[in-house]
């Protein structure tokens, strides 16, 4: 017979230790924690934010309503803003398929670009082709110094007469601290307004504007491509430049080559300078030259010096906004040429 010290007929389990972590010098038991799993934590905020608003509600149910209702709102509008800016930078070469009357020019094709060389200062409204007339730098005090700039005004002007088709641009921006916040562009198209177009008014000064931004030669061509497709819609078909006879390598070469403009496509119009100047000017563009050669975009050293020098007014350059299809030729600075796309490539 088995005798059972505590009267019970069946045995029973006895825990010597209680659970938990049995403290010997106090005789407490410390309770083991329990460890919580911490996915259940995203799930409990939100049951318990749901039932924040829930009560919310219950109190101020308009007010709900209508916080809801504008938070639904703004949010369908910034997205809808996302989208049109979105949908505006994919389609913005394709805006101008069947809205071509939006450019006040869209019907001419080829671009007639006058790179301007001073500004014109005279109070008399005359003397065009006279030296005193004319805001010069030290370099440009040359007997018969205006009369060629009188030259290629009128060179530009005949030119764009002889093609329905052509938009004439005279290009300089203001580049002379002394001379006022003139451009050399509207100097230019001041004294064809003066010669009254050298009797092609009809013709040709309704489709005569400036490019009022340049500051060297590059920049002459650049931006005159750039201005043409403001305000035609599109990009030239040909290209012609009046200037200086011996500056025809630095365009039809190294500019044209520089933007990618086919050669095919491109023509040059040159007249000589002033013989008392002819030699210091050869030599100057021979070092011109040289510069270009090692820095076809002029945006570095002193070519990029001299551009600086020749913005006096600190004058914000709104290129390439208005030709959104080469923002690269614009943003690119290297020795060697752009290989980027080009819509005349």
Same mark, same amino acid.
């Given at each position: ?14 825990? &010597? ?48 309503? @209508? ?65 005193? +007339? ?18 290629? *005004? ?10 329905? &088709? ?10 002379? %601290? ?14 064809? /307004? ?10 040709? %000064? ?32 040909? *290209? ?8 025809? /390598? ?6 044209? $080559? ?8 491109? @023509?040059?119009?040159? +007249? ?6 002819? /030699? ?5 563009? $021979? ?14 050293? +002193?070519? %990029? ?22 923002? #690269?030729?614009?943003?690119?600075? #290297?020795?060697?040429?752009? /290989? ?6």
């Amino acid at each position: 017979m088995n005798n059972y010290p505590f009267g019970s007929n069946s045995p029973k389990s006895f825990n &010597a230790y209680p659970r938990g972590d049995f403290d010997i010098e106090s005789g407490n038991i410390k309770r083991s924690k329990r460890v919580r799993n911490s996915s259940f934590y995203p799930v409990r905020w939100i049951k318990s934010l749901a039932d924040t608003l829930h009560n919310y509600y219950k109190l101020h149910p308009f007010l709900v309503f @209508f916080v809801s209702l504008a938070f639904v709102v703004t949010i369908i509008i910034v997205l809808s803003l996302n989208e049109h800016h979105d949908w505006m930078l994919r389609n913005y070469g394709k805006l101008d398929d069947g809205f071509g009357n939006y450019y006040p020019y869209a019907k001419l094709k080829n671009l007639v670009m006058v790179a301007t060389h001073s500004v014109y200062t005279s109070t008399t409204c005359g003397k065009v082709d006279k030296e005193d +007339s004319w805001f010069l730098e030290s370099y440009q005090k040359n007997p018969g110094q205006a009369a060629t700039f009188f030259s290629h *005004i009128k060179g530009g002007v005949e030119n764009t007469a002889r093609d329905d &088709a052509a938009l004439l641009l005279f290009s300089g921006g203001e580049t002379r %601290k002394d001379a006022g916040p003139r451009s050399e562009a509207q100097s230019y198209w001041t004294v064809a /307004e003066l010669e009254r177009w050298f009797g092609k008014e009809e013709s040709v %000064k309704w489709r005569a504007l400036t490019e009022e931004h340049a500051r060297d030669s590059f920049e002459n061509l650049l931006f005159s491509v750039c201005r043409f497709r403001e305000l035609t819609g599109t990009y030239p078909q040909n *290209i012609t430049v009046v200037s200086y006879d011996f500056k025809e /390598e630095r365009f039809a070469n190294l500019h044209r $080559t520089a933007i990618g403009f086919p050669e095919s496509r491109f @023509f040059y119009k040159g +007249s000589p300078p002033p013989s008392a100047s002819k /030699e210091a000017a050869l030599k100057g563009e $021979t070092l011109v030259r040289t510069q270009f050669q090692n820095d076809p975009f002029g945006c570095l050293g +002193s070519l %990029k010096k001299k551009k600086v020098g020749r913005d006096p007014f600190h004058r914000s350059i709104p290129y390439p906004n208005g030709c959104p299809e080469i923002e #690269g030729l614009f943003r690119y600075c #290297g020795t060697v040429p752009y /290989e980027g796309s080009l819509p005349w490539s």
